[in-house]
């Protein structure tokens, strides 16, 4: 339940903001997909925060949060491979080694 009162929070301050800056809701497509890059990537300020405090520079900080793939998603035909790598998490190599072991 604190879920949807934070996200509705969340929504009430975008809308006093969007109120602020004059914009009109819904709106306009490109306001409003410059708006979700903005959430996007500020989901990421806290992860790549915490790995910078650990010690690490900020390009090994947002490797590490793994910020690219949940800005962009996955690249076309890649789906596959990662749905794959969930169901067999054992590299083919080391399924060769543990067969020929047997």
Do not use: C
Request: hydrophobic residues 45%; charged residues 15%.
């Amino acid at each position: 339940m604190r879920v949807y009162f934070l996200s509705l929070g969340a929504g009430l301050l975008v809308g006093i903001i969007y109120g602020l800056l004059n914009v009109r809701s819904p709106a306009p497509p490109v306001v409003a997909l410059v708006g979700l890059l903005g959430i996007l990537v500020g989901e990421q300020i806290i992860p790549v925060a915490k790995h910078m405090v650990e010690g690490s520079h900020l390009a090994a900080a947002w490797r590490q949060s793994h910020g690219m793939p949940h800005i962009f998603g996955l690249l076309p035909g890649r789906h596959e491979q990662v749905a794959q790598a969930r169901i067999d998490p054992q590299p083919e190599h080391a399924r060769d080694q543990t067969s020929s072991d047997r």
